[in-house]
C-alpha cells in the first residue's frame, strides 16, 4: 500500500472520529513522556473529560505504573493477534474517575514493526471510543510506528529536556516527520517531478534547507508550489520543555520555534514548560501519579496551564 492511500485513510480517519487523539512523542527515552502522557491525561479526567491513556511504547510499556494500575491481563499485542477482537475489552479503569487505560505490548515482537494496516485500524478503532480524548504515549526514537501515530494525531506534542541531547534529538524528529509529511503530500499532489527539479537546482546552493525548497517550488510552479506550503503549514507540532531550572531552560522552548520556523518554514506551538520537581521520583517510587499523590507541587500549576493552552488551540 503506497503512503498515500495512508495518508487518505489518515484523513478520513481523523474526519470521523469521536474523540480528540493527543500523542505525545519525543526524540530521545528518559524525557519524561510517560509523565507528561499520564499527568496531562488526570488533567483531563480531573476537569470532567472522559480519557483514555493508551501505550504505545511497545516493548517498553509503562504506563500502568504510572497510573497504579498492575500490568493489564490484555494489552494491544492480543488485539494485532486477535486474540481480542474488540479493542473495547483492553479498557481497564484506573484509580482516576474518568480515566482509563489500554495496555500496550509487554513483549515487543511482532507488535514493533506494525503494518500500515495495522496502525490504521488501531487508531480507527480508538477515535471510535467512548471517550473525550485518547492520549497516546509514544516509544522513544523516529521508527515509522512512532512517526504515523504522531502524524495521524488530532495533536502531537514532543517533550524535550533543556540539553544538546535531547534538542539534537527533537530535530532529528521533526525533521523526520516532515520528510514523512512531504513525502504523503508529494503522492497527493502528484509532484514528485517538481519537487526533484526544485531539488537539484538546490543542491549546488549553500542554503540547501526545506523553507529553500519550497521557495524554488514555487518558483517553478507557483500553483503547487502554494498548495504545497499549505498542506506543509497545517502540521504544527507542539512543544514542551521538561526539566527546567531557570529561565534559560524555559527560552530554549522559543529558539527551537525560531529555528523551525527558519528553516522548516514550520510553526510550531510552545505549549509550555514542567519545572524539574523531586516530589517526581518521589510518586515514581511510590508507584502514584503525581498529581494524585502531590496536588500542592510547582508541576500541577505547570500541568493546568500547559493542558489549558493544549485546549485553547483549535487545530
Ligand atoms: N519534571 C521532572 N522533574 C523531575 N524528574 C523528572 C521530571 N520529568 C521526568 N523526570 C524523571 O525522569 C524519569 C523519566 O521519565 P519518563 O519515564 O516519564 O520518561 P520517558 O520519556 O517516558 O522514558 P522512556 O523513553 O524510557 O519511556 C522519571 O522517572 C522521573 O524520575
Ligand atoms: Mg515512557
Not at 491481563?73 to 474518568?98: A, C, G, M, Q, R
Request: aromatic content about 6%; overall charge positive; glycine content about 6%.
Amino acid at each position: 500500500m503506497s503512503i498515500i492511500n495512508d495518508l487518505n485513510n489518515n484523513e478520513l480517519l481523523s474526519h470521523h472520529r469521536k474523540c480528540k487523539i493527543w500523542a505525545i512523542g519525543g526524540g530521545k527515552g528518559g524525557v519524561g513522556k510517560s509523565l507528561v502522557t499520564a499527568n496531562t491525561s488526570i488533567c483531563l479526567a480531573l476537569m470532567g473529560y472522559k480519557v483514555v491513556t493508551v501505550d504505545l511504547d511497545l516493548g517498553g510499556a509503562n504506563m500502568h505504573t504510572c497510573l497504579g494500575v498492575p500490568i493489564p491481563e490484555k494489552t494491544l499485542s492480543d488485539y494485532v493477534s486477535k486474540k481480542v477482537t474488540d479493542i473495547n475489552d483492553l479498557l481497564v479503569s484506573t484509580p482516576i474517575k474518568n480515566l482509563q487505560i489500554i495496555s500496550g505490548a509487554q513483549d515487543e515482537l511482532g507488535i514493533a514493526n506494525l503494518k500500515q494496516m495495522h496502525k490504521n485500524k488501531i487508531l480507527s478503532k480508538l477515535g471510535d471510543l467512548d471517550a473525550d480524548y485518547v492520549l497516546l504515549d509514544l516509544g522513544a526514537g523516529t521508527s515509522y510506528n512512532t512517526l504515523d501515530f504522531f502524524i495521524s494525531a488530532d495533536k502531537g506534542a514532543l517533550v524535550i529536556l533543556p540539553e544538546p541531547t535531547s534538542i539534537e534529538n527533537t530535530y532529528r524528529f521533526i525533521k523526520s516527520v516532515y520528510h514523512r509529511r512531504l513525502k504523503m503530500i508529494e503522492e497527493l499532489l502528484d509532484i514528485q517531478p517538481l519537487i526533484n527539479q526544485a531539488m537539484n537546482s538546490k543542491l549546488s546552493t549553500p542554503q540547501n534547507t526545506p523553507v529553500e525548497l519550497i521557495k524554488k517550488v514555487i518558483e517553478i510552479n507557483p500553483e503547487m508550489g502554494q498548495k504545497l506550503q499549505r498542506e506543509i503549514s497545517k502540521f504544527r507540532p507542539k512543544i514542551i520543555m521538561n526539566q527546567v531550572r531557570s529561565q534559560n531552560d524555559i527560552d530554549i522552548g522559543f529558539s527551537i520555534q525560531n529555528v523551525c520556523r527558519r528553516y522548516f518554514g514550520i510553526n510550531i506551538d510552545y505549549v509550555g514548560y514542567l519545572d524539574y520537581d523531586a516530589s517526581v521520583w518521589q510518586s515514581v517510587k511510590k508507584r502514584r501519579p503525581l498529581l494524585m499523590e502531590f496536588p500542592n507541587s510547582k508541576l500541577v500549576n505547570n500541568f493546568d496551564r500547559m493542558v489549558q493552552k493544549m485546549l485553547d488551540m483549535n487545530d
